[in-house]
């Protein structure tokens, strides 16, 4: 996949896309509708996504807590796998953000990119104070000679697929249905980063990871399914992930710990994929390390049992 961060310099070869258009934090079942229909109105045409980093909601409230479901590059990760060919990831600054519809559609959609089409949900808006709308984006197309595909938005079981819902599985614990509404394993990914070394020295060696500007999850336990994405241990594996503060050593910054089944080696500098299938318990303190070990035995146990049914 082909990654393009500037839409005032494309190279010929590059333009003509077919583009859904969006923030697409998660890559829910409800984006993966509108690329597919990016992808069937022009089918000729390579097939892009165009959409924005930061996420717009960063640039424009950097102080609230985190919200994204994935960080770029597991965005990114996540659109190839989808048979994306070009991803258009522009940067969100004051000069995007004060563009207004008609510009954005002339000046980055029509002279700047020059697709050929592009497809965007119901709800979307655009261009400065997100005054634009997708029946405005349809009217600019015909003006300037790029076609509009108007996606519908997804409802499962009643409700409107959305990175909100999805959040809110999360926060609740419940990532089985965060994955109903993403089609795929809610994952955390990021760089193996030191730690304390506490596992190791309790038996059980994890690889830590940030997950700092990320939605957190319902702090405590999971059966996680893990893919180390580089390195000389490249490949799939079953897991148990602690997410949280670490309250039994009186921990402050939030991030994933993961104890890989059947594992030895070295992590540290790898790129993980941490994907999260059944929350198992809480955080919790315990009177001593002794109490402490045979939970985490028994935590294993039952992620074992779990994963192997997948």
């Not at 934090?25 to 980093?53: K, M, N, R, W, Y």
């Not at 697709?115 to 405005?136: I, Q």
């Not at 009186?250 to 991030?255: I, L, S, T």
């Amino acid at each position: 996949m082909q990654i393009n961060r500037d839409f005032q310099f494309v190279e010929p070869e590059d333009r003509g896309a077919s583009v859904a258009i969006g923030n697409f934090d998660g890559v829910h079942v409800g984006h993966q509708s509108v690329i597919e229909l990016a992808q069937s109105v022009a089918p000729d045409a390579p097939l892009g996504v165009l959409t924005f980093e930061p996420h717009p909601r960063e640039y424009f409230a950097p102080d609230a807590p985190p919200f994204r479901l994935m960080r770029g590059n597991a965005r990114a990760h996540r659109l190839e796998k989808l048979g994306v060919q070009k991803l258009y990831e522009l940067p969100f600054n004051a000069a995007l953000a004060g563009l207004t519809p008609e510009e954005f559609a002339r000046n980055v959609i029509c002279e700047g990119l020059g697709l050929s089409h592009v497809v965007v949900g119901a709800d979307f808006c655009f261009g400065k104070g997100r005054s634009g709308t997708a029946e405005d984006m349809a009217r600019f197309g015909q003006e300037m000679g790029f076609g509009v595909t108007i996606a519908p938005l997804m409802e499962r079981s009643d409700d409107v697929v959305s990175s909100t819902g999805i959040r809110t599985a999360l926060t609740d614990g419940r990532p089985r249905d965060a994955a109903a509404m993403l089609g795929h394993w809610h994952r955390v990914e990021g760089e193996v980063i030191g730690g304390e070394q506490r596992g190791r020295e309790l038996g059980f060696p994890t690889a830590n990871m940030s997950i700092e500007g990320l939605h957190p999850p319902k702090f405590g336990v999971y059966a996680v399914l893990v893919d180390v994405l580089d390195g000389p241990h490249q490949g799939s594996y079953h897991g148990a992930s602690s997410v949280g503060v670490r309250p039994m050593f009186n921990g402050e910054v939030p991030n994933i710990e993961t104890f890989l089944f059947d594992f030895s080696g070295d992590l540290y500098g790898s790129t993980l994929s941490v994907g999260l299938v059944e929350y198992l318990r809480p955080e919790m303190t315990f009177d001593g390390l002794d109490a402490l070990i045979a939970q985490m035995d028994a935590d294993c146990d039952k992620a074992r049992i779990l994963l192997a049914a997948l």
